[in-house]
DNA sequence: TGTCCTTTGAAGTCT
DNA sequence: AGACTTCAAAGGACA
């Protein structure tokens, strides 16, 4: 089971998944995928491009079924290393002495001397790094990157100034390496210096395991999104979060990757009129994965279209080891924490009406009921069809995880 | 320019 | 309670 947190009661989400997916076997799959050799690869290399192609047709699904068999034993050279790696461990990382390098084995091989920690032991990096990013920051979005250590004359401890009751947690810092001006005020040991700015990385390579007492969010008081959020989008901390999108003009720290939070699409209207600050959800287990692997999956595939690599990696999901998973579902139990830290009066519920809280106002309102009912339709559409294996399972009741219905099969 | 595609999971809403 | 819906990322394709 990947209910990782320890008593805690903290959803990890999955669990039927996890418990099913033992029941897949697993054992077969790790003796065939051990099997499997970069022929192979290249085989299921083309395979996949002509997949990508076919998918775009209507029959994509019946194409699937023909796929399903290889698709089960895709050749994931880092689970070979994995369960090597997985044996050295003893037990995997929640026993932390074993583990000693989580989250960093996320960390690129340059930055991992002794890399048989990595999930994906291979020469592509497990962290894309587009933009400029901190090879942790995909994964830790709410790392120091976003931060300058040459503002340390921000106050020192704002959220005092706030009434904002925070702990002073030191785990914050490992979990996000949060800089000085930012949850620093909320965990007032941590300095600037302590927690390098990438890519001064310790001279190992490491930085501080997450710590696995990470104070329950629900300590925190919750604020509104007025005293939550600066008039700039910054955080009271003075954290000017990824994840939110001021109103004003582009952020100080524009060479960090702020698309990961924020839309596109309405940065050229920002301009004009000012807008709210949109917080995006934190990543999902499956979105850290993907995240980390898409470099890797266009890589092997040559594929560059989103759908076609998200079909992959959806299996490649499935593929993974419970604890290989488990990375996942923990790290994105820790983005959840800290998004719930950082933001403790953000909904979900926000983004739902993402684009109408923002810009277009009423417009958008509309644009959403229109997009509601094509959705709708289209749902309708897809129940004459079998679809992706998702939708086929959710029609047929059957497991999420493991039950491929026969037309998908 | 905006939306769709495609995936899984979390969280919200609806019945 | 369970089903359903939306949104997270990504970038090419298409209207």
């Not at 894309?128 to 250590?149: E, I, K, V, W």
């Not at 993974?320 to 998004?339: C, G, I, P, S, V």
């Not at 509309?366 to 029609?395: F, I, L, M, V, Y």
Request: positive net charge; aromatic residues 8%; proline residues 10%.
């Amino acid at each position: 089971m990947p209910q990782l947190s320890s008593g805690g009661g903290d959803d990890l989400g999955a669990n039927d998944e996890m418990i099913s997916f033992k029941d897949e076997g697993e054992q077969e799959e790790k003796i065939q995928e051990n099997a499997f050799t970069e022929r192979d690869l290249a085989d299921l290399k083309s395979s996949l491009v002509n997949e990508s192609e076919i998918n775009q047709s209507p029959n994509a699904a019946a194409v699937r079924r023909g796929q399903q068999g290889e698709q089960r034993g895709f050749p994931d050279k880092h689970r070979e290393h994995l369960d090597v790696v997985s044996k050295q461990q003893d037990g995997g990382m929640y026993k932390s002495p074993g583990y000693p390098g989580y989250p960093f084995l996320m960390l690129p091989d340059p930055y991992l001397p002794n890399s048989s920690v990595s999930p994906s032991s291979n020469k592509v990096s497990v962290v894309q790094q587009s933009h400029g990013m901190h090879p942790l920051t995909s994964l830790l979005p709410y790392s120091n990157d976003h931060f300058s250590p040459s503002s340390p004359h921000l106050p020192t401890d704002m959220s005092q100034k706030t009434g904002v009751h925070r702990h002073q947690s030191q785990d914050l810092s490992g979990y996000y390496s949060l800089p000085p001006g930012g949850v620093s005020q909320i965990t007032p040991s941590m300095s600037w210096q302590s927690q390098p700015v990438y890519p001064a990385l310790s001279p190992c390579g490491f930085r501080q395991p997450y710590p696995s007492n990470l104070p329950s969010a629900s300590s925190y008081s919750r604020f509104s999104h007025s005293l939550m959020l600066g008039p700039s989008g910054m955080h009271p901390t003075g954290i000017p979060h990824p994840a939110i999108v001021p109103p004003t003009g582009k952020q100080d720290h524009e060479q960090y990757d702020r698309s990961m939070y924020v839309k596109p699409q309405m940065e050229p209207k920002r301009e004009k009129e000012p807008k709210k600050p949109v917080i995006k959800k934190p990543l999902n287990a499956f979105m850290l994965y993907m995240k980390e692997m898409r470099a890797k999956v266009i890589a092997e595939c040559t594929l560059k279209e989103s759908a076609a690599i998200n079909q992959i990696l959806g299996r490649r999901w499935h593929a993974l080891t419970r604890e290989e998973q488990a990375k996942y579902y923990e790290l994105a139990r820790k983005e959840r924490q800290l998004h719930m830290q950082l933001y403790p009066t953000w909904s979900a519920r926000d983004n739902y009406e993402a684009g109408l809280s923002g810009v277009a106002g009423e417009k958008n309102k509309a644009d959403w009921g229109k997009k509601k009912r094509r959705k709708r339709e289209k749902q309708q559409d897809s129940n004459t069809d079998p679809g992706s294996p998702k939708k086929c399972r959710a029609r047929f009741g059957l497991n999420q995880q493991t039950d491929w219905c026969g037309p998908c099969r």
